[in-house]
Nanobody
Framework: QVQLVESGGGLVQAGGSLRLSCAAS????????ISWYRQGPGNAARDFVA????????TYADSVKGRFTISRDNAKNTAYLQMNDLKPEDTAVYYC?????WGQGTQVTVSS
């Protein structure tokens, strides 16, 4: 079983930056892909944001390309999401996902 704990959310003005962290523990290996999703206010679904595979290959949603960067530190079992040039529409609860498990989420609020 894998446990995931997100951190780093907060309130930021439009144009600002935040870095989210996802600390993993349990039965996770460097080969597992780690992904970020987000759920905006009033949305029932969690939308894909970015993923990084065990080889370091990355994929991004079109809405965040060029602004967000996903990375991982396998020695620390931690993934990161660097978010730059944040927009009000980025406001959401951000979740990480790996090995079929979800973290509890971290709130990101971007004010205009």
């Amino acid at each position: 079983q894998v446990q995931l704990v997100e951190s780093g959310g907060g309130l930021v003005q439009a144009g600002g930056s935040l870095r989210l962290s996802c600390a993993a523990s349990g039965s996770i290996s460097s080969g597992n892909a780690i992904s970020w999703y987000r759920q905006g206010p009033g949305n029932a679904a969690r939308d894909f944001v970015a993923t990084i595979g065990g080889t370091g290959r990355t994929t991004y949603a079109d809405s965040v390309k060029g602004r967000f960067t996903i990375s991982r530190d396998n020695a620390k079992n931690t993934a990161y999401l660097q978010m730059n040039d944040l927009k009000p529409e980025d406001t959401a609860v951000y979740y990480c996902r790996a090995a079929g498990e979800w973290g509890q989420g971290t709130q990101v609020t971007v004010s205009s």
